[in-house]
């Protein structure tokens, strides 16, 4: 996320407008699968889809990530913090190179 949309992000939670934040990147869409609800339930509060889709990233980056979302106020259960990592890692993680 770009410095200005975290700031965005900052003045609408502080109005209490957040809940129009994940309705702004209408169109992008997360990968059906197991998780995908729970993905929509816990991080679209606060962002829109298009924030979860922008950067592949490994597992070990959806850990950190979702570690900092959880540092900034996000609360998953022990089933529900598996169910996003699994999710993230799986349907969100940089594709292979195929050979040439």
């Given at each position: 996320m770009t410095?200005?949309?975290i700031l965005l992000v900052?003045?609408?939670?502080?109005?209490?407008?957040?809940?129009?934040?994940?309705?702004?990147?209408?169109?992008v869409a997360l990968p059906e699968a197991p998780g995908k609800q729970q993905?929509?339930?816990s991080c679209t509060r606060c962002h829109?889809?298009?924030v979860i889709v922008a950067q592949p990233?490994?597992?070990?980056e959806w850990g950190e990530v979702v570690g900092t979302m959880i540092g900034q106020g996000a609360a998953f259960t022990d089933e529900a913090f598996e169910t996003v990592m699994a999710?993230?890692?799986?349907?969100?993680?940089?594709?292979?190179?195929?050979?040439d």
């Open positions: 410095r200005s949309g900052s003045v609408l939670a502080g109005t209490g407008a957040i809940a129009g934040v994940a309705d702004i990147a209408q169109g993905i929509l339930d829109g889809v298009d990233r490994s597992p070990d999710y993230l890692s799986t349907n969100l993680a940089p594709r292979a190179a195929s050979p």
